[in-house]
């Protein structure tokens, strides 16, 4: 979950009075510029402009130095219910306060897993404050509420080091019984994680380790992943958002096995990806791009229309093959080599219960995945395009977000570009033709 900051106001006073307006005149004027220098006025050269940094940089720079992980943890004094968790268990947080090396080791090991190697925190240290009286649920919107916190925790920082803010408190929604907040964070602000991130360790989308990484992503200037289910595929029209649904990613809330790491095009934008492991905006030709632990280009960024589209090869939930569905005869046909999944449906005014079971199967798990940044829901995120499951007759009709890794498939095409997968190499690397019309 994003926490957003609220702007400071400026106000630039004009001090001078002695001159009607604040402005000097232009010299020849008749009003005499007394603001011109003499000689006894020696001239100072104006300070060279530094812009702002970029929203994330200041996190990026911290990864890319493979800077250390501080993690702040900042005792509470609760005076909150919370039903869903009395059974609290609290072995997590022992461990973490001992400074448990198997414990701290998982941390850094998960990090390394997400970015492909690419940031490995050079230590992790746990850090403990003076306890906290808050006397509310932690809640993302509340600007006052990150501003005590932050002042609270100030003099434990680190600012060579990667703080990560632990308040042993819990989210608004794990309060209201609603989804359970393992954290939050925003453009370069220290990422907070909630106590309910301490009760569930090890599970996929809630646990400590994965909280962590997902919400320093955040910090990083990447968004939620989501879905885009669209009624024209390849133009990429009229779609449907689900802006947390991507079951191939770290930043979507959808868990699985796989979804645990950070895509190639948000390793791009946490500044993990060289210059050269990037095609921007190629001209029509072939070109090849390969999973994130080999050696080569790992996006094809081409602006399309109104957006910018990102092709990589990624692992995905499931492997994609194609699948036929067939009426069950018996109970055997459950036990069939390849079983994809099993139904009931209505056909001709029967209800039947089938089987679907791989077939033609592709050899990998591994495909094309087509994404695009979204900012037409409340939360901006990156989305993937999802792709018409490929059963070979009218049984099922679902849609998948794991992208195509069946070669001479079209992936996208409008009126002055085509873009297609037209071949592919295990699990390693994809062929991909942009023609430019």
Not at 248 to 260: A, E, R
């Amino acid at each position: 979950m994003n926490r957003k900051g609220e702007a400071l106001l400026a106000s630039a006073l004009c001090t001078t009075t002695f001159i009607a307006g604040c402005s000097p005149e232009k010299p020849g004027s008749d009003i005499p510029d007394i603001f011109a220098p003499t000689s006894e006025t020696p001239t100072t050269p104006a300070p060279e402009y530094v812009p702002p940094p970029e929203p994330g940089e200041l996190t990026r720079a911290l990864l890319a130095k493979d800077a250390p992980v501080r993690l702040i943890f900042v005792p509470v004094i609760r005076q909150l219910k919370v039903n869903q968790l009395e059974a609290e268990d609290k072995s997590y947080t022992k461990k973490l306060l001992a400074n448990d090396k198997k414990t701290l080791d998982q941390i850094a090991d998960s990090f390394e897993d997400a970015t492909a190697n690419r940031y490995k925190p050079s230590r992790i240290t746990v850090v403990k404050t003076g306890t906290m009286a808050i006397n509310a649920c932690l809640n993302s919107a509340d600007w006052k509420q990150h501003t005590a916190i932050d002042a609270h925790v100030a003099k434990y920082r680190d600012d060579t080091a990667l703080n990560v803010l632990v308040v042993d408190q819990y989210g608004c929604e794990s309060v209201a019984g609603g989804s359970r907040t393992g954290g939050y964070a925003d453009d370069d602000l220290d990422p907070i994680m909630t106590a309910t991130s301490l009760t569930a360790p090890d599970e996929l989308d809630s646990g400590f380790p994965r909280s962590v990484n997902h919400e320093t992503g955040h910090s990083a200037g990447a968004d939620h992943a989501g879905t885009s289910d669209c009624t024209d595929i390849l133009k990429i029209q009229h779609c449907k958002i689900s802006p947390t649904f991507d079951t191939n990613s770290l930043m979507g809330y959808q868990s699985t096995v796989d979804s645990n790491d950070f895509t190639n095009p948000e390793l791009f934008k946490l500044g993990l990806l060289d210059k050269t492991e990037i095609i921007d905006n190629p001209q029509s030709g072939t070109y090849e791009i390969v999973d994130a632990h080999a050696k080569g280009a790992k996006v094809l960024r081409i602006p399309a229309q109104d957006k910018t589209l990102y092709f990589s090869w990624e692992k995905s939930e499931d492997a994609v093959d194609d699948t036929l569905c067939k009426p069950i005869k018996s109970d055997k046909d459950y036990e069939l080599p390849n079983l994809v999944s099993s139904g009931t449906r209505e056909i001709n005014g029967k209800e039947v219960t089938f089987v679907c079971y791989a077939v033609n199967k592709t050899g990998t798990d591994h495909s094309v995945q087509v994404r695009y940044d979204d900012v037409s829901t409340e939360f901006p995120s990156s989305v993937v395009v999802t792709r018409p499951d490929r059963a070979l007759d009218k049984f099922e009709d679902e849609l998948r977000d794991t992208g195509e890794n069946k070669p001479n498939t079209l992936l996208y095409r409008d009126e002055q570009l085509e873009v297609k997968m037209v071949g592919r190499q295990g699990n390693t690397k994809a062929t991909i033709q942009v023609t430019r019309k």
